[in-house]
Every structure is written in structure tokens, then in C-alpha cells.
């Protein structure tokens, strides 16, 4: 028997994910910000943080995005100023990735407005259910 669209868990989270991306969007934009601009900002910033100067290909796995797409992202933080690309000592065929003075500056705010998006958008659901449930779609460890 066919399920009615309503009754559809991927068709729900398609629109969920759609309203969950415009709300995401909505937030970044005055940061002037891409949704994916941000997540590779945020991994690189927090990576940073944290003592690493991660490779292009650390970041793109951190994030789980594509290699190639990810070089082209960074590239555009490279050229408005957020990070800086630094060919690696020991293979100069990578890139190093360093936050910049500014990127340290916009990649918490973007990161709270990112979390101020969150929480409202998942206030109906306990956190703990969200990110177990969320983790195991996305199959990740909780």
C-alpha cells in the first residue's frame, strides 16, 4: 500500500531539511556566508583551536564534504580574507589551512547563529533524542 506524502519519513525530512537549510541560510547571510563556507570555516577555525593545521583533505573529511569542491570553497574564504592556504613543508603538493585574525573573528559569530538556528528549530525534540537519532542516520557515533 503507497504512503500518502505526510506519511513518508523521507519525503518529512526532505521538507525538514529544506526548511532547516533556509533557516541556516537566513542566519549566515548578513556574515556573508554559504551555508558550506561555514561548515568548512567552522572545521578549520575548530581544528585551529585545537592545535592542527589541517590539509585540505583533513578538512574535507572533518566536514564530509567532496575533496574538489571543498579546494574551490576554501579558496573563496581564501579570497575574502577568512583563511589562508600555506603550502605544507613536508608535501608541497598540499595546502596547509590557517584561520585568519578575521575568520577568528566571524567563525564563532557565525557559529552562534548557527547554534541560535538550531535550537529553535529542534526545541520541539529533547536534544539527546535529536543527536541520537540524527547520529544514527547519519551514522555516526553519538
Excluded at 537549510?21 to 551555508?35: E, K, V
Excluded at 564530509?64 to 605544507?88: C, F, H, N, P, Y
Excluded at 577568528?104 to 536534544?127: K, L
Amino acid at each position: 500500500m503507497a504512503l500518502s506524502p505526510g506519511d513518508s519519513p523521507g519525503f518529512l525530512l526532505w521538507h525538514a531539511t529544506l526548511r532547516w537549510q533556509r533557516d541556516i541560510a537566513a542566519a549566515l547571510g548578513p556574515l556573508d556566508l554559504t551555508h558550506v563556507q561555514f561548515v568548512l570555516l567552522a572545521c578549520t577555525w575548530w581544528m585551529n583551536k585545537h592545535g592542527e593545521h589541517p590539509n585540505q583533505l583533513a578538512v574535507a573529511r572533518q566536514a564530509g564534504t567532496d575533496v574538489k569542491m571543498t579546494s574551490q570553497v576554501l579558496r573563496a574564504l581564501e579570497a575574502k580574507g577568512l583563511i589562508e592556504r600555506e603550502v605544507d613543508p613536508a608535501d608541497t603538493r598540499a595546502k596547509r589551512l590557517r584561520v585568519t585574525a578575521t575568520g577568528a573573528e566571524v567563525a564563532p559569530r557565525a557559529i552562534a547563529a548557527v547554534e541560535a538556528v538550531d535550537g529553535s528549530f529542534f526545541q520541539p525534540v529533547a536534544r539527546d533524542e535529536a543527536v541520537t537519532l540524527l547520529s544514527r542516520l547519519a551514522r555516526l557515533e553519538p
